[in-house]
Each structure stands twice: as C-alpha cells, then as structure tokens.
C-alpha cells in the first residue's frame, strides 16, 4: 500500500519528523516499508538508513509556482507555444509543447491565469520524453529560432507519475514564486500490511499508528454533513438477506451533481498512491477508501429510479441464482456462482458486493443524482469471489482482510461531503442504515504477570492502559486486573487467552520491540520427542541421495488425463475417483493425485533432453477418496532413471543406456541401507514392460513395483531413450526399519579363501533362487556370494544357462585350509544338484 507523508499531515503533525525516521518507526511497530519514493522533498543525507530510496529533490530557488497570463503561437511552428509566464519575480517567455495549453493559444491574455510548475535554467528534472527515468539539467538553447531556457512541468518531469502528455495546472490556492516543494513536496511509502492490520489500509489508520508510536494528537476527520431538500428516506429501501454475509448496509443520496475533472491536490494524491484519477465523483470514492479505508460504490439513482418504475428503490443483498450472469464495469460478461454475494434491485444485479460494480447502473458524464453505497462483507465470501473471477481490486484488497461495519456510516458521510465540495451537488437528508449483525468489541482482562510472562518486561498497568487508549482502546483498572476495550475499528482481538495475546503484541509494539532486552526462557522445555515417521522416511532420502539420486518436489496438483498416460496408448482408462478442488488454478490442475509416479515422469520428461543422464526420486503423498471429509495420503516413493549409465571419459569406453538391472540394482542398495530384506519376483503391470518388471516383496507383502516402462507408455511422453521407473508404498517399507540401530559385526583377523564355480541349470530358474540355496547351504563360514557371469551357448545345451559365482569362505577364529573350502563347496554343488538339477560346469 502506498502512502503520502503529505496526506499523513492532515492527521497528525509531523513537523520534526524525517520521512526515514517515520518509515523506522512504521516497519519496528510491524509495519514494514520496502520503498520511499522522494517526489520534491529533500533527499535523505545518510546513506545507512536500511530502506530502498529513489525519486527526487525540487530546488526551492529553480523549481517554484508560477502563472501563465497568455498562451501565444509559435512563429515557426504550429505545435509549439509560447506561454507569458510570471514565476513570482519577473516575466518570462516560455516554449512548450504541451497540448492542454492549445485551447488557450491565441487567445490573448486569459481572464484566468494558469498557476503551473515552472523550472528555471539549472534545475535538475527528469526527461518527459526518455524512456524511464533520466535526470537532466535545463540548460539554455534555441528551438524553431526562439530561445529556451526554462519550462513547465508535467508529471513525470517532477516525478509524481508516468504522465507527460500535459503540463500540471494547479489549485488556484497555489501562489506565484512560492518553492514548488513547500506548496506540494511529498513523499510516498510502500508499506507492506499484514492481513491481520486490515485497520491500517488508510491512510488515517496509518496516522493512528504514528500517533501512538509518537504520542502526537490525531486530528479527526470532518464527517459533518450539510443537507437540504427532501429526505432520502422515503425514497429507498434495503433489504438483506444473509446478515452473517453482510452485516450492514448503507446509503446516502446526493442531488445535482455536476460531473467534471477532480482537483488537482486530490488527482496528484491519488496517482502518488498508484489510482487513476478519474472524475470528481469516482475520484471522491477513491479519495475516501484511501483515507479513512471504506470502500464505497457510486450508482445513478436515476437508473435505479427508472429501473424501480415510479416506486422506491429497493437495493437487496443476496447470493447469485444459478446461471446468472452479470457485466461488470470492466466490460466482462461474468458467470455466478451461488457463493457469489450480489448486490440487486427489484430488476436484478447491480454489483458484484465488494469487488466491482456492474455496468448498466454506472455514472456517466451525464449523471446528476447519485446513490451513494457504503457497506461491510464477510472477508472469506470478497477473497473467494476475487479470486475465482481474478478481480484483484482496492476494494477487494481491503474488504478480504475485514472491513469493521462500524466504518461505513464514517466512510459514507466522509464520501458525502467530498462529493459536495468537488462537485456542488447537495447532499439529501437522512441515511438509510440496515445494520442486522452488529459485531461484539472484545473485552479482555489484562495483569502485570500477562505481560511479565508473555514480554518479559516490567510494566505497570497505568503505564499499559495508557499505551492501549492511544490506539483507541478503552480500559479500566480493577485491582490488579486492566479490562481492556477494543475499539470499533478492530476485527483482529480475541477473548479469552487469544485475546490476551492480541493485546500483548499491541503492548509489545507500542512499547517498542527495540526497547525489550533479551531474557532466558523462564518456563522448562518440553520434553523432546521424536517423529520416528518422519525421521524414517528422512533415512529413504539420504539412502537415496548417498546413491546418486536427485530429490525433486512436484505439485499435488494435477488432471485425470495427465496420469492416464501411465496406462498404455490406446487402452481405456479405468474410472478412477479423485479428489477435486472446489476452485482450481487451472484445469490442468483440477484434482490432486493419485499417483506420484505420475508427477516425477513429468518432471524428467521436461528435463530428458536437457541432460545425457538423468536420475530422480520424490517421496511424497497421494490422495485418495475415503468417504470421509479428508482423504487418506498414503507416502509413495516414485524414481526415474533415463539416458546413460554413467557420463563419457577419455579414460572410459562408451556408456551404455540405463536399463532394468541398473534400477534393480539401486533397489537392492537402498534396502541394504535401510536394513530391509527383501526379494524380487516377476510382476506384471500395465505401466511397464512385460518380461522387464518386477515386484519388491518382503516375505509375502508386496512393497512396490519397478521395470522399464512400456512402449505404449513411452509413446505418451517425450523421451529419446528407455526409461526405468518405480513407485514403492512408503507406507508398507518404514514400518520394517530396525527400530533402535542394526546389527553389526567387526573386521575378521583371519583371511579369506575366494573360490569361484559355475553351475548349468535350466533357463527357467531365476538366479534369486540360486543364491538362496547358495547362501542357506554354505551358512556361517560362507561370508559372500556374487554372480559375475552368465552363458548360454549350444556348448551347454538348448535352454539351459551357465551361472558363475564368485564365493568367499571365512571363519572369525580361525584361518580356512582348503580341506575346510572343499567341503563346503561340495555341500554347496550336492544341495543345487538335488533341487535344480544343476551341474557343475568344468
């Protein structure tokens, strides 16, 4: 949000303060400016203030208020002027192309001079007509044959906005020879406000704050009406239909308003806060909002008394009907919902409440009466409604975090009377007020030991109740208890012990979060537990990552065709049930998953060509419907390998391509690591290849399935090479973690004997089954057991294949002799002979 330190001093008296020490005081009280933007007043001498500074400084001797007496042709050229100017010392001839001076070229001296911002020769300026912003320095030359050595001012040339299509043409008010900075300096602040600071989008919220912060006098708006003619009263009515959706609603009437340009003090605050100055009316509304924080809405009563057919008009609240639509100011055509809140007459939909107005009720230049709108909303029904129609608006932004109801009767009158004052309209008497739900100002009780306990400070409870009233609380001492008010301005204090803590953080930032020292925590910890879950499903990612894996994080967001591509191309997809999200961000992202695999393949689909190699897992929930309000989230483990097995060296012969048995092996180790044992069957699944997929099992629970993913899958995805892929349920796999630590054993003093055999079997026998009767009949002195070769060759015989492994004999007391290798080995070659059929190959 933007404010001006001018605006501000119509609240609070700043003399003294600098605008770096008032943006100090701001961001330590919680109100945080990420920039100032200097627009005439003296730039900040010091350079280590902390906050991001730009803009620039008027020189009170070269930039200063002058008048224009007549506005002359050019001899040499038609779209130039030359202005008879005064700047409060002598007259001068300037040139200027400006075009809202043409109306008044040739026309010899004005029955009204034109008060304007004049730059003389030497002034430091901004290029009107550079892209950005370029400093420059007026310096004297010829232009068309006439000299030029000084010039009115636009806009951007003094820094206050983009415009420079026009010179400014002052206030009346505004005196020849005064420095341009003293009648109209400024500054602007971006202060970031919390969502809990809704009271402080204003500009008089801001200056409360200061008030408190520096124990000046806040000046009170004016909210004063004069009126005369007859009463609105009899002449509208308002009916609501869901208070707990609008809680108060009310209307002010102002005849014979004459629709024209703003003054220029409002249109230069406006464009300095970042809004479009636009006509008195509409401007009057947005002067408002930013003043005091009351958004408000204009109609054309005559439109509204037209539409009522000679009766009263009845403005209603309601949510929208099904199908119905409204065009709102922007021109867009938009479709309803039923969560959406309407402002209607007894035609139809005036407004979408709080975020914008509709078209067919708007002012127009020939306006002349205007119904004056001035309510409150629930903040949940506006930030829903702005989001789902992407309305993002002033009035949004500041009805989404809570409006009080108590400041639309102060926002209509204060709205009221600027109207009347820039538009001479008069204001009708009385103020149609419907007030169904008035909210509850919280009370809570206070102690010194609340304050002591929470801040860790000493402070007495006059000391805290005058710290409190400065923000318009109302307290009371009773005992040694303070009963503590919140104003009816304030829609963030709780009761109870949230209440207590609300009003702590006020102490706190009126205090002065600087001014508390550092204290130790007088409570005892609590005792430390851990989150055995989370901390095995930590010991997957650092398995996974000390075995060259990337972790990635996807979105839970996605659509029911994007996981489809995990089933072959052209199969039909199962009728699956998801979870869907009541308002989407995009359709693409509609629903939340169900598979993880599903996300991963997406992200090393985007990456796939990026890199020779890639290598990915995630450990994440899916969400599956349960029939309840939430979903179950089981943990999933997905991982994606593709490309080359390992990146080309000089020293090295060409990598080949990642395939089963790489992904394979990566699931082996990430069990060894993990201390989970585990075997491998063949499985068959619809995502990957027949013959190249596998299940993960322990004992007979099934943990997972891996393999390369099928062709027909493939074809779904852009990948240039075979992808291998696994989703294991975290869910099954963490329980099996050792809970406290793993056995281990220590390094044996005596050697091994390394001995190698190769046995032929039938091809049917998978080497799983191999290894077990190796590993079971070798037992304790049998250390290790790896295949290192497989041949199949008519030497052996049609459908059988030679396995060889490399076997590791020792015993932790002793060294073997080859008598003790023998007899294992042959052990070993009896039990395979027995049950597969094997025999030994020579």
């Not at 200056?207 to 004063?224: H, N, V």
């Not at 406006?270 to 401007?283: E, F």
């Not at 309407?342 to 009466?369: K, R």
Request: aromatic share 6%.
């Amino acid at each position: 949000m933007k404010i001006t330190i001018g605006w501000l001093a119509d609240f609070i008296d700043l003399s003294g303060i600098s605008v770096v020490e008032i943006a100090q005081k701001l961001t330590m009280a919680g109100m945080q400016v990420e920039d100032i933007l200097f627009a005439g007043l003296p730039l900040p001498t010091i350079e280590d203030h902390g906050f991001k500074v730009s803009g620039i400084e008027w020189d009170p001797q070269k930039i200063v208020v002058a008048e224009i007496t007549a506005v002359n042709p050019h001899p040499n050229a038609d779209r130039l002027t030359l202005c008879d100017l005064y700047d409060g010392v002598e007259n001068h001839v300037v040139l200027t192309g400006a075009p809202n001076l043409f109306e008044y070229k040739g026309k010899g001296p004005l029955a009204k001079s034109l008060k304007v911002a004049y730059a003389k020769e030497g002034a430091r300026i901004y290029d009107g007509h550079a892209d950005g912003l370029v400093l420059t320095t007026l310096k004297r030359s010829k232009i068309r044959g006439v000299d030029s050595y000084s010039m009115v001012c636009s806009e951007k040339e003094l820094g206050i906005s983009e415009e420079h299509d026009g010179v400014i043409i002052l206030d009346e008010d505004a005196v020849p020879g005064t420095p341009l900075v003293d009648y109209m300096g400024d500054a602007v602040l971006e202060v970031n406000i919390n969502p809990n600071m809704a009271r402080n989008t204003s500009i008089l919220g801001v200056a409360r704050e200061l008030s408190a912060l520096t124990g000046r006098t806040l000046r009170k708006p004016d909210y004063a009406l004069e009126t005369s003619g007859e009463s609105i009263e009899s002449k509208v009515k308002i009916e609501i239909a869901e208070p707990v959706l609008n809680p108060r609603f009310t209307i002010g009437l102002i005849r014979g308003v004459k629709m024209g340009p703003s003054p220029y003090w409002v249109q230069r605050r406006l464009r300095l806060c970042g809004v479009r100055a636009i006509s008195n009316v509409v401007d009057a509304t947005n002067y408002t909002m930013i003043e005091i924080g009351e958004p408000l809405h204009a109609f054309d009563y005559s439109i509204l008394a037209q539409r009522a057919r000679k009766g009263p008009v009845v403005i209603s609240t309601r949510t929208a009907k099904p199908g119905e639509k409204l065009t709102t100011l922007d021109g867009v055509e938009r479709k309803l919902t039923p969560n959406n809140l309407l402002v209607c007459d007894t035609q139809g939909a005036l407004s979408l409440a709080g975020v914008m107005g509709g078209a067919e009720s708007e002012i127009s230049d020939a306006t002349t009466d205007i119904l004056l709108e001035a309510a409150a909303w629930n903040f949940i029904n506006i930030r829903k409604t702005a989001t789902q129609h992407a309305l993002p608006s002033e009035a949004s932004y500041r009805f989404s975090r809570g409006v009080h109801p108590g400041l639309a009767i102060d926002g209509l009158r204060r709205c009221l009377r600027w109207m009347a004052a820039w538009s001479g309209g008069t204001i009708a008497p009385g103020i149609v007020d419907n007030y169904p739900l008035p909210p509850k100002d919280s009370l809570v009780l206070i102690t010194e030991q609340d304050v002591r306990r929470a801040l860790g400070i000493e402070i007495p409870l006059p000391e805290i109740q005058t710290l409190l009233e400065r923000l318009e609380f109302t307290g009371a001492i009773d005992g040694d208890t303070l009963r503590v008010q919140a104003p009816p301005i304030r829609m963030d204090i709780g009761e109870g012990l949230v209440g207590v803590a609300d009003v702590m953080e006020e102490v706190a930032r009126l205090y002065g979060f600087d001014r508390i020292p550092e204290s130790r925590l007088a409570d005892p910890l609590p005792p430390q537990r851990g989150n055995p879950s989370l901390e095995r499903e930590e010991q997957v990612r650092d398995a996974l990552a000390s075995l060259g894996m990337q972790e990635i994080i996807t979105h839970r967001m996605t659509s029911p065709e994007n996981e489809a591509r995990l089933l072959p191309k052209g199969s039909e997809a199962p009728a699956l049930e998801y979870v869907k999200l009541a308002n989407p961000v995009a359709p693409e992202k509609r629903v939340l998953r169900r598979s993880l695999l599903s996300s991963v393949l997406n992200v090393v689909e985007r990456n796939a060509r990026l890199a020779d190699s890639l290598s990915m897992f995630e450990v994440g929930g899916v969400f599956l419907p349960s029939g309840e309000p939430l979903p179950l989230e089981p943990r999933k483990l997905a991982i994606a390998m593709t490309g080359k097995r390992y990146a080309p060296a000089w020293d090295s012969h060409p990598a080949g391509q990642v395939d089963f048995f790489d992904l394979k092996g990566l699931m082996e180790a990430l069990m060894d690591a993990l201390h989970v044992a585990v075997t491998f069957a063949p499985a068959q699944h619809p995502s990957f290849h027949p013959g190249k997929c596998a299940q993960v099992l322990a004992g007979e629970q099934v943990l997972g399935v891996f393999g390369e993913l099928h062709p027909r899958v493939q074809e779904n995805y852009d990948f240039a090479a075979p992808v291998v892929a696994a989703e294991i349920d975290l869910e099954a796999v963490l329980p099996l973690l050792p809970a406290v630590g793993h056995p281990v054993q220590g390094v044996i003093d005596f050697p091994s004997v390394l001995e190698d055999i190769a046995v032929v079997v039938d091809e049917a026998i998978p080497a799983a089954r191999i290894e077990a009767l190796i590993r079971q009949t070798g037992g304790k002195l049998l250390a290790g057991v790896r295949l290192f070769d497989i041949f199949r060759g008519p030497q052996i015989g049609e459908g059988k294949k030679s396995m060889a492994y490399g076997l590791t004999y020792q015993a932790p007391d002793r060294t073997l002799t080859d008598k003790d290798a023998a007899q294992i080995r042959g052990k070993i070659i009896r039990r395979l002979e027995q049950e597969l059929g094997a025999k030994l190959r020579s």
